[in-house]
């Protein structure tokens, strides 16, 4: 071939787009099932199974409601859950989170004597157990930091006595990975591993959460303890600090407006990385759906897709049960 005819020859990015075949086969971001974490409410009760008003399709249940959702998720392929406890009574010392009767740890002992395939990891913090919905140990209208960790450290140990694979704190005070690590530890539970909520951002899209596990601060607010949402460089310190505190996983909430800090963080660390799609994202997504105005399930597959092309190696998500069906061909 002649040097000038060479020079004429275009590039044309478009012939890899024609068909859908061709789409698939050069695609560079798959979401998996495997990728993704259900989050579940769990209370009192029995035979229980209440919508969150501001969440459709997720559900406060009971713990044997809770084992058949499990057993279900595990069919479907989703290879992991996140409890959160929502206690019948509250105090300011948030008891109820690591009480041996607690029910989070009744639910982790129910699970896992049923679905043993099902990696079952748990919610540490102290907001839905106190009195005043604060993520920790509270005087003169200021959250304590080290007291706190004690009770984290304690929770995740009664956690752990349950059968949890996974503890996740999230509370945001400094040096609890450590602190529930050391615990941990010394209670022979070395194998347990710990995702750090290492990057939690004050944010705006918790709201249907807090309505669903009854969690809202009675005064004020966690900024004092939680990321503002400005602190790019901020959050990498926090993610570094986790993970020289043994962090197994760490993890960036929410997900969808902090995507340039999971980026971020898959540059520079090679710990896995857990994203949140928090409450807030989900129920944006099944407002406009019941509307009419978007696609519910072309928009959730663009938003998973985003925040795996990302950089999160796991994504926690109120979709996942949706979208493992989506992938076998279901109705929903």
Known sequence: M????????????????????????????????????????????????????????????????????????????????????????????????YSSDGIVQ??????????????????????QYTSHGHCGIVANGVVLNDITLELLARTAVSHAEAGADVVA?????????????????????????????????????????????????????????????????????????DIREGADIVMVKPALAYLDVIARARSRFSTPIAAYSVSGEYSLIKAAASKGWIDERAIALEVLTAIKRAGADIIITYFARDFARWQRGEDI
């Open 106 to 127: 009744r639910a982790v002992r129910a699970v896992k004597s049923e679905v043993s395939g099902l990696v079952v990891m748990t919610d540490v913090c102290l907001c």
């Open 169 to 241: 704190p999230s509370a945001m005070m400094d040096h609890q990975v450590a602190a529930i690590r050391e615990a941990l530890d010394n209670e022979g539970f070395s194998d347990v591993a710990i995702m750090g909520y290492s990057a939690k951002f004050a944010s705006s899209f918790y709201g249907p959460f807090r309505e669903a596990a009854y969690s809202a601060p009675a005064f004020g607010d966690r900024r004092s303890y939680q990321m503002d949402m400005g602190n790019a460089r901020e959050a990498l310190r926090e993610i570094e600090q």
């Open 2 to 97: 002649m040097l000038r005819e060479r020079e004429k020859i275009v590039v044309r990015l478009r012939r890899l787009r024609r068909s859908g075949q061709l789409r698939k086969l050069v695609r560079e971001t798959r979401v998996s099932t495997s990728d993704l974490v259900q989050p579940i409410f769990v209370r009192e009760g029995e035979k229980v199974r209440e919508e969150v008003e501001q969440m459709p399709g997720v559900y406060r249940m009971s713990i044997d409601m809770l084992v058949d959702e499990a057993k279900e998720l595990e069919e479907l392929g989703v290879p992991a859950i996140l409890l959160f406890g929502i206690p019948s009574a509250k105090d300011e010392r948030g008891s109820g989170a």
